[in-house]
């Protein structure tokens, strides 16, 4: 079963609402058949404006977009078999659950028991069983959400769009839609762009994610390696938390790089970005990847004064005052082992070179 | 079980339904005592009002009062020949205390309401029955004048025997009780009070639809534009809103008389001849457009407030299931809009079936409404009475058509803005 990789397509697609600022810069993004690409970035980098332009309600200013391999900037809305899950939902207010689902069959003329199964089918899949003959308005969020998305998916739709559609929801109910948008997909096979600004949404359910950054794709690839391996510096810093230094690159060799930092210390970072001595650079790692009590074999080992404690439970977090960094995080697991963690003592550090990442410098 | 539903104490020993009465009472009274001037307002400006109408409507006192010994004499006769001796003398009787009063001037008003002709027949005997001698009465009556000797006026005194009458709401509907007690039509020549109900019903009927069909779109664009345009076009909408009802029908007096701007620009394009310049005024025509100009904003602005509310996104969504742009307005947008439908149609009927001054100024004689005939009533033949009946008849109209809206969409279903 070979599936198309290029499913759908953004072939160097621009879009300006104004004339005088573009929104989408030259972008190009290609979606496999079936996969789970999240959309990710800050508010105003252009995610939503992309997802908007493949569902057809903006047309791209230049480029084209292809949906299985057929060029569709010319095709409404309504003809292109796109499912979408909107942020507020979007449910007819004026209809029933029923009729809500069966609109987009009725829509294309589908017989009235096919209708009748089909809706049972999508709802017993977002188990809602039961309740066709509600309002949306006597629904919860919950149950309005699990609508929406058996709304997008009832007419067998090529790709099924959402837009942040788990925002209006509480922390508990986003995680277990989650868990079961991700489980929709993994069971019907269908593509999903999901567009979001929360990473925590994007790492859980994506295949791949596509981080957004004014108009253009910082980075595409799959969690693990955006998480570990991000490519330049705002995705280092947007992904997760991120401790990082500003310096110049004094020794250049294939696999490291010796980093001399603005306070004066030298790191041996890995260099992910620069090629040359003399170049400025930000080196970027995971608080996870610092441990306390480096081992011998760690290349970085400094030390930090304790400038805060915060208690987390499974974790206590460390801010320390690292070489000239004082915001420099550390994530020491709980464990029955007492270590001297206080506020002003001073604590060794360390890390191995290929996890401190040497990215372009911060704008 | 029974301990359960013992009374519950508060700390200080009453019963805690007491007590939450008590404290509620406090409130209660605050709230009455706010609202309180606006109640008494309504009672004076409102209830009062509409309570002397429907009384004034039905009440036919004063003449009662008027010829209280006629009327007694009157109850045996069957009102089919002339009535006996007894009636006359009743009646000069009666008549001579009002002449001495000088009270008479109202009687002749009140029995000329009812058949024409009776005013100077009363100014005649008024004078001659100052020499007339004692007994025989009928026949020194019946020599005023000759309508004395016609039987139909004498039964149209009769009719206004009864204190309460509700032939003032038959006449507004063209029709009378006759001799034998029936209610029949007026003659065909004389049903006009039929044409003004009808064409009132008509010309609020299509001003609603009219408003309808251009208020629609407007209140539409109102609502999804941009703000700075939308509050461009809100105030285009409200400008008519703040312009005085008289200035605006006189300027379209002004546009749409025979020499006036709409038929110049005609004439200046060619689409009629010089010669031949419709009229556009003083017909229903005029009425239709002045009054549709006038009562637009009441249909645009709870339209308008019902499409605010709905998410543009529902129109989206309802293209992205696959309904083509019509099936998704249809279905999604339309329905989503008929409170505020139902809202601006019944304002603008309601407005439109008591509207006065626009078909008085702009109607001509084929344009008037039936609140002109009300408004003829209560200044020129001062027939109060009259005008209340038609008054309430219309008050009537307007709750059934409630009524109907209620039942069809259900009153609830409105929203005003």
Redesign the interface.
Known sequence: MSKNQQYVRFDKVDKSYDGKVLVVKDLNLDIAEGEFVTMLGPSGSGKTTCLMML???ETPTNGEIYLDSNPISNI?????????V???Y?????MTVYENLA??LK??KIPKDEIDKKVDKVLSMVSLTGFEKRMPGQLSGGQQQRVAVA??LV?DPKVV?MDEPLGALDKNLRESMQYEIKHIHESIGVTVVYVTHDQGEALTMSNRIAVFNDGKVQQLSSPDELYEAPVNSFVAEFIGENNTFSGEVVDVSKEKCKVKLNSGNEIIANPIRVKSNGEKTMVSLRPERAIINPEDKMDNKHKGKIEEVIYHGDHTRVRLNLLGNNEFILKIPNSSARMDIKVGNEIKVGWNSQDSRALDPKQ | MSSETQKILTTDGIPLEESLKKAEKKNKIKAFLLVAPLLLFILITYVFPIGDMLFRSVDDRMVTNMLPKTFKAMEKWDGKEMPPEKVFEAFYLDYKILVEEKRHGKLSTQLNYEKNGFKSILKKLARKQKKFEEGNYKEQIMAVHKRWANVEYWRAIKRRAPEYTYSKYLKGIDMFKNEDGKIVQVPEDRRIHKILWMRTLEVALFVTIFCFLMGYPIAHLLATLPMKYSNLLMICVLLPFWTSLLVRTASWMILLQQQGVVNDFFVLIGLVTDDNRPEMMYNKTGTYVAMTQILLPFMVLPLYSVMKTI?P??M??????????F??FW??YF??TIPGIGAGCLLVFILAIGYYITPALVGGASGTLISNQIAFHMKSTLDWSFASAMGLMLLTGVLVVYWIYNKLVGIDNIKLG
Do not use: C, E
């Open positions: 569902a057809g309600f409404p809305p309504h003809k292109r078999g796109i499912g979408m909107f942020q507020n979007a449910l007819f207010p004026h609109f987009p829509v294309r709304r997008a007419f769009l | 998410s996104s529902l989206r969504a309802g293209k992205s299931l696959g309904g083509t742009p099936v998704a279905k999604v329905p989503l």
